[in-house]
């Protein structure tokens, strides 16, 4: 199982991106509904986040488990989220917008909540970009201390999702999100509190 795992987080995201394209293909309704543009972009919005979630719940795991292959899922699942992001982004500017710089001002001024998506993918970007091995030797111990934006961009995505929703965080799908990342959140802070070393 443990062989099989890193090969799971690098093919299994694809899986939802192939069923919207199969629902495309076939203009099937039943996938798209009768907004498949909304559908999409909401699609993509949920795994962005759903994908973040799980490759910052990697950590946790591996001190439970006590098993470093987790972590080894990171990056995989970290990059397909930061992908789910790029065309969450590009179907909303490109054929929601009609990449019309005037009516995604307009939208934005009617739905502040866009604003708050589009600072969780710049959140997201600098992180995809420093994502290799080369960069981690360059940042040095910085590299660690960029990387921790992974949960900005995680609580930023779930305050815009529950924005987004028309109940806000009754939704229960912002709660199924909103929940992990709380706890992921959480899980970041010492406890018990350190006390600092006393003078000898």
Not at 137 to 166: E, I, M, P, Q
Request: charged fraction near 20%.
């Amino acid at each position: 199982m443990r062989r099989v795992l890193p090969h799971l987080a690098r093919w299994l995201p694809v899986l939802p991106l192939l069923r919207l394209g199969w629902g495309l293909l076939r203009q099937d309704f039943a996938i798209l509904t009768a907004n498949p543009v909304e559908k999409l972009i909401d699609t993509c919005g949920w795994w962005t986040l759903a994908l973040l979630a799980t490759s910052l719940a990697m950590a946790p795991l591996q001190r439970v488990t006590r098993w470093s292959g987790w972590v080894a899922l990171k990056r995989p699942l970290g990059l397909w989220a930061f992908a789910y992001g790029c065309l969450h982004l590009l179907v909303y500017t490109g054929l929601d917008q009609g990449f019309r710089p005037a009516e995604l001002a307009r939208d934005i001024a009617k739905r502040p909540f866009i604003l708050v998506g589009m600072a969780t993918w710049l959140t997201l970007l600098p992180l995809a970009l420093t994502s290799t091995k080369g960069w981690q030797r360059r940042l040095g111990r910085n590299w660690k201390r960029l990387h921790r934006l992974a949960y900005l961009a995680a609580l930023l995505g779930v305050l815009h999702f529950a924005w987004k929703a028309k109940v806000g965080f009754r939704d229960p799908r912002v709660l199924l999100l909103g929940g992990p990342v709380a706890v992921l959140l959480l899980l970041r802070i010492p406890w018990p509190p350190r006390r600092p070393a006393r003078a000898q």
